[in-house]
């Protein structure tokens, strides 16, 4: 069936460090994005990037959708980056609905 | 601001009660949906909607219910049917065709 697959599952960090997560999805896609959970558990979007490479200040993204991955890359990680990071896929080809397959996260400690 | 309110962010029900759990969203958005979260997993589709008095079930549909009377309201029933209801509900809404997922800030729900 569709699978979308993340690793780690578990990292911890010092913080200034840099870190890539990465998320491997079984069939081609319209839509891929990544998100991150803080603690208090609220949501919110990072990157929408079905192909190609994006950067927002210290975090960037990647996407090679022929190989069927994405990676986000975190570098000089500070506390407040600690949380689950998820990478959400459609696999809906042409529809107009896009209902997300989430993989299982990644959980990311940063230590001061 | 614009923004997607769940409430109440905390929950008890006892076993064999109906609870409804509150999403209301001041974005225009088009689609709105709802996950759940388990301890240590990815969020799983249980309902979702496209327009106004519309709505599809998602992966995980048994054991719940939704109505869209109004394109800014999404209300979840979660029903005495539900085995294991205990979980972490986040709503959430998109504009149809496009990317801009915004996630609630949840509601725990606990059967005791």
């Known amino acids: 069936g569709i699978q979308v697959e993340q690793s780690p599952p578990d990292l911890i960090l010092q913080e200034g460090a840099n870190s890539t997560l990465r998320c491997n999805f079984s069939?081609?896609?319209?839509?891929l994005q990544w998100f991150h959970q803080n603690p208090w558990g609220q949501l919110i979007n990072l990157f929408y990037i079905p192909s190609g490479t994006k950067q927002n200040g210290r975090l960037s993204a990647t996407t090679v959708a022929t190989e069927r991955y994405s990676l986000l890359y975190i570098s000089s990680s500070q506390t407040t980056d600690s949380g689950v990071y998820f990478c959400a896929v459609d696999f809906n080809s042409g529809g107009s609905n896009y209902k997300l397959t989430f993989g299982k996260g990644t959980l990311l400690t940063v230590n001061p | 601001d614009g923004g997607i309110t769940q409430s109440p962010k905390y929950l008890f029900r006892k076993e064999g009660q109906n609870v409804t759990l509150s999403c209301e969203q001041n974005l225009n958005h088009d689609a709105m949906y709802w996950y759940r979260q388990d301890p240590g997993q990815g969020l799983r589709l249980i309902y979702y909607s496209q327009i106004v008095n519309d709505f599809q079930k998602g992966d995980i549909a048994e054991g719940y219910s939704v109505s869209r009377e109004k394109k800014e309201s999404f209300p979840l029933t979660v029903t005495s049917a539900q085995k294991n209801p205990t979980a972490f509900y986040l709503c959430?809404?998109?504009?149809?065709?496009?990317?801009?997922?915004?996630f609630g800030s949840g509601t725990r729900l606990t059967v005791v």
């Open positions: 959430a809404s998109s504009i149809v065709g496009n990317y801009g997922y915004t």
């Open positions: 069939d081609s896609v319209n839509n």
